[in-house]
């Protein structure tokens, strides 16, 4: 819909929409779908200018409309900008005569607009209403319009309304109330370096071979999409088009990168000017935002580089730093969902002070009409702007790990302290994984089971609020020289996958957290709801316990397949009684893979199979001179629905490298006796009148050996005011780095899996010249004694201390705990050097037994 306001009220009906304006003496335009959540544009006949004019049209003009909804009260001031002819991006005009503002109005009825237009040096970026000097013709122009209700469904974010922050976790619209999910493309950083763009940034000697065609995309194109200038837009779009046709929700993009590493996107008539914008090619961008938009696309603004942090005003929030913020909101802040980053990677390189940073983020909070969702990325860990005396309203997070394995803490970390400084921030992951590698093609790794599993799941089950793929540089396709999604297929499916998984099932995974804790297996994680929901990810496959301690009632158990998607079915245990911890069984096929258990309440008009569990036994070891071993096996049946039939309980042997005898294979709990090294499975199975559920168990059966080494069997604990310390492969030996931590004890801890029995325990330490360390050992949590190394002629030789008649039993855990120590006899520095506490291995000798 198109309307003019002239000399006199202007009033149109089509599809039942009615808009109306004032009559003044100016003139005024309201176009676009008069509808809910829409662009609505006012357009102005204002002065004359042009891009590069006296007076400078960006600075020395100020455009501001106010939007008012009178049946709520509710207002917007709306920043206008300069739009040269008013069809710059297919006219590729300079100068003409054309203002604008747009809104997207949230609610449906009469809208009244209001527009302040002043002319004076530097007008444009002075928060002074009174700045400058009015317009004559185009000051306190006003007019009405009517808005429909929105008709828009599915993806289309004009569907669902504005994406906002609301305090919590995560964001949600507006309009249908859902919170958000994300997944998508955080690159190639430079979406935007793109030849149909209008510009000399294509030929101007600045990184000009990496400019975008985008042609592995024009197929993607559709009839009724949008073009420019007759044909161009049609690759940018298709992309756009692929990553929805995808299920993705998100792309990325940098908005100024003079000086980065691509140097071909930004906003200005040429490289070298600040305070000249380029109205033709903005107008492009918004063609290919508002299609994102419309194809249900969150739009991420990163607004500078790492390199650039200080190219606008040295960082300060001066003249063309507010230009370059003031044009993006006024130009682009009427779409649904996005966020303004204030930059990538800030921090790394050039150093950014508190200040700069919390002054860039309350410039978008003050002056954005619509407060949309505030980020910065990292760079510095930016934990000075916790809390709420920041604008902040969430973290862009970047990890550095190839196998992306540290994703998941960093998320809780960043989720943990926002909350605990009083202001929640949603936090995705942007560019998980590293530098050189993170997301690489699916021709080099066609599962991603790494990335499916440590970044993505690793994010979701933090808490955060999804995830953003990169494209590392040292491969085909890179985060800047790629033009071609479909080299990443495989990822974006189970990408869908995932965030299908929360959506079809109705997961409310904003009033969940993460919960860890409850589960007791290895590489899981556990996002909860306390007595409500569960989700359990066992990123090796096999089985897990859930604590459901002081939580009462049945408790269904459903298993998803993050690999392949598809409805939850069950596993091997299909339901648990809460009240303390349960085991949840194994899930239905590929038991060594990836799942997601999800725990809820059962069906109490359903007759469940009975839940079965058994405690686990890690690893076994044959005794000296025998080619067997038995083990007690701890298994339990349990009813988790009334029924009179009787409950048949079997043990049985699935694999194993050799035979299994049970004492009692009717029982629950009975011994089984293993005939040689090796890995068994065991299963135990319950049948209640045709319901059958089973769970199993691995054991690993050692040979014969009477020595721990430090290196091999032992893992670091630190709590308390235990700190960390250090393998040193040199010297084969545990150690304490004594240049951080002087006078403090390190510990380790091995399970002891032989047989019951009386030792004596032989730990093996090396000497050191610089210090005498102390050793204490400990055997299931109780002090066995403390020796301490004599005075050394040379470093490193062995010396064997003695700790005789301690009683071991499988399971129990062997500790050592060893100091950094001085003598005072060599200097270093200031001061003396410190001995290490190194130690090689721990010995079992039979009691009394001279070695």
Known sequence: MRLTTGGSVVLLGLLGLVAATAAV???????????????????????????????????????????????????????????????????????????????????????????????????????????GAPVAGVEGLGGSFVVAETDKIGRDMRAKGRLGYVGKHHLRFAGSGEYFLKAGADAPENFLAYRGFDGDFKADGHKDRLVKEWAAHVQDWREGDSVWQDEKGKGILGAINYLASQGMNVFSFITLNIEGDDRNVFPYTSYEVRDRIDCSRMDQWEVVFAHGTNQGMYLHFKTQEAENVNLLDNGEMGPQRKLYY???????????????????????GHKVSTKKKKAWAKYFWTHDPYQHHIVI??????????????????????????????????????????????????VACDEPGDAQHSLITDAEDPTHDNARMNALWGNLLAGGAGVEWYFGYKHPHSDLSCQDHRVRENMWKQSKIALDFFSDNDIPFWEMGNTNGLVDAKDSFCLSKSGQLYLVYLKKGGSASLDLSGVDGLFEILWFNPREGGSPEPGSVQAVLAGGKVQLGTPPRDTDRDWLAMVRPGDATRTYP???????????????????????????????????????????????????????????????????????????????????????????????????????????????????????????????????????YAAAEAEYVGALGRYDLVLTTLTETDGESSYRLYVADKQIGEVRNPEARRDYEQVKHRFEGVTLRPGDKVRVEFNSASNGKVPEGDGFAYSRGRWRTVEFVEAGNAR
């Open 326 to 348: 003031r044009e993006l909101i006024a130009r682009f802040a009427h779409h649904l969902a996005l966020n303004w980053n204030l930059g990538e990677e800030v921090g790394l």
């Open 610 to 744: 009975p839940a079965v569990s058994v405690a686990a036994v890690k690893k076994l070891m044959l005794p000296q001179g025998s080619d067997t071993v038995s083990v007690e096996l701890d298994g339990g049946v349990q009813r988790v629905s009334p029924s009179e039939d009787e409950v048949v309980t079997k043990w049985s042997l699935v694999s194993g490298s050799g035979d299994a005898e049970f004492q009692d294979a009717s029982n629950a709990q009975t011994t089984v006796t293993l005939k040689g090294a090796g890995e068994y499975a065991l299963r135990l199975t319950a049948n209640e009148g045709g319901r059958e559920s089973h769970t199993e168990i691995e054991v690993v059966v050692e040979p014969f050996r009477s020595t721990l080494s430090a290196l091999e069997d032992f893992e670091f604990v630190v709590s308390g005011s235990l700190v960390p310390g250090y393998k040193d492969g040199a010297r084969k030996a545990m150690a304490i780095n004594a240049a951080q931590y002087r006078d403090r």
């Open 25 to 131: 003496a100016g003139s005024a335009e309201v176009t676009g779908e008069l509808k809910e959540w829409h662009k609505v544009t006012l357009t102005l006949n204002g002065p004359q200018a042009s891009e590069d004019g006296e007076p400078n049209p960006f600075l020395d003009y100020r455009m501001q409309v106010t939007f008012r909804h009178p049946e709520t009260g509710l207002t917007y001031s709306v920043p206008g900008y300069f739009a040269a002819d008013g069809n710059a991006a297919n006219t590729s005009a300079t100068a003409g005569n054309k203002w604008r503002a747009h809104l997207s109005p949230d609610h449906a009825g009469e809208w009244t607009y209001r527009v302040s237009f002043r002319e004076g040096s530097n007008v444009a970026i002075s928060d002074d209403p009174e700045a």
């Open 377 to 426: 990325h990292n760079g510095n860990h930016h934990y000075d702007l916790l809390g709420p005396g920041s604008d902040l309203t969430g973290f862009s997070l970047q990890t550095s790990q190839v196998d992306f394995r540290n994703v998941h803490n960093r998320t809780r970390e960043y989720l943990r302290r926002s909350a605990e400084a009083g202001k929640p921030w949603v």
